[in-house]
């Protein structure tokens, strides 16, 4: 229990010991400490779902586009239950040319900046500084690897690919199904490499079920050789697989 709290999976563990009838071997205490965990996450992420309808909600008044990326699609959409997977910030993608409206729209529902927004961001890093709201911190996304990674991602085609989708009750968009399953792979090999937690891989295991009959398998790996993915594709694959 200590081991999958400290890796943020204690309450995947909770879903799956209860779906496998496997939480009555479990000592009282324990399990009704991974039930309270388990109760407490499903309420801390319908609140945070709340705040990202609000924002979904002034970006759609605005005609601003936005992907929402990882956690916050995935606990809404993919996972079992909203209680299954800890969820941290909410990263959105939204184009570089209109980063600043999207700046203006995190400020007029009372969010704060870590730090100035500068264009100068956009030339050197993926994203800007974290914004946060009553405990809710958000991340724009103009790009999903820093610029001056010698593998960059083409966000051009990433936008071409987004598909629709519903997220905390609003339309929106996500990543196509090979881009989704790759940017979970390389952000927890290539750009974190393993310092995160071991979310990334339940993460790919989860949606790689999810998405079992969307997913074009040749296309995935033409991509993934044409961007010199590899090594790092198969390494989260891999572990994902056997872990």
């Not at 009282?28 to 990202?52: F, K, M, W």
């Not at 184009?95 to 400020?107: G, H, N, S, T, Y």
């Not at 009372?110 to 927004?117: K, L, Q």
């Amino acid at each position: 229990l200590a081991l999958a709290a400290n890796q943020h999976v204690h309450t995947y563990l909770y879903w799956n010991l209860q779906r496998l009838n496997g939480l009555s071997s479990l000592p009282e205490a324990l399990c009704s400490r991974l039930h309270s965990d388990y109760i407490i996450n499903a309420a801390r992420n319908g609140v945070l779902l709340h705040y990202v309808e609000q924002i979904l909600t002034a970006f759609a008044e605005r005609n601003l586009p936005v992907i929402v990326l990882k956690g916050t699609y995935l606990v809404d959409q993919v996972y079992p239950t909203p209680g299954a997977r800890a969820m941290g910030d909410t990263d959105l993608l939204v184009p570089p040319d209109r980063i600043a409206e999207a700046v203006a729209v995190l400020e007029d529902l009372g969010y704060n900046g870590s730090e100035p927004f500068s264009p100068a961001f956009l030339t050197i890093r993926k994203h800007l500084g974290v914004f946060r709201r009553a405990g809710h911190p958000v991340e724009l996304h103009y790009e999903l690897m820093d610029p001056h990674r010698p593998m960059p991602v083409p966000v051009v085609e990433i936008w071409q690919r987004a598909v629709p989708a519903t997220v905390a009750g609003c339309p929106a968009l996500v990543l196509a199904p090979e881009d989704q399953l790759l940017h979970l792979c390389v952000h927890g090999t290539l750009q974190h490499q393993f310092r995160s937690d071991m979310r990334f891989l339940t993460d790919i295991v989860v949606y790689s079920r999810f998405a079992s009959q969307q997913l074009d398998w040749p296309a995935l790996v033409a991509r993934v050789r044409r961007m010199h993915w590899g090594h790092c594709v198969w390494l989260a694959l891999t572990l994902a697989s056997r872990l």
